[in-house]
Nanobody, 124 residues
């Protein structure tokens, strides 16, 4: 079992930045792919970013590419999501997820473990 806990969410003004952290515990593995998803009220869950176990490759959803950066520190069992140039459309609950062997990094159903989610609110 793997437990994931997000932190770093909160309220920020448009144009600002936040960094989310996802701390993993339990039967963690550096081989896990890690992903970030978000869901805003009235919208479907959206793929944000993913990173391979080694951290050598990253992937981003079109809506955040160029603004967000995913990274991981396996020694700390932590994954990060640096969010820059935030706008109100980024307001959502952001969830961290882990997958042993995801068939698709952009599909939530491919992930095995999920955090509780962190609220990010961007004011205009």
């Amino acid at each position: 079992q793997v437990q994931l806990v997000e932190s770093g969410g909160g309220l920020v003004q448009a144009g600002g930045s936040l960094r989310l952290s996802c701390a993993a515990s339990g039967r963690t593995s550096s081989n896990y792919y890690m992903g970030w998803f978000r869901q805003a009220p009235g919208k479907e869950r959206e793929f944000v970013a993913a990173i391979t176990g080694s951290g050598g490759s990253t992937y981003y959803g079109d809506s955040v590419k160029g603004r967000f950066t995913i990274s991981r520190d396996n020694a700390k069992n932590t994954v990060y999501l640096q969010m820059n140039n935030l706008n109100p459309e980024d307001t959502a609950v952001y969830s961290c997820a882990a997958a042993a062997r995801p068939y698709s990094l952009a599909m939530a159903s491919a992930y095995d473990y999920w955090g509780q989610g962190a609220q990010v609110t961007v004011s205009s």
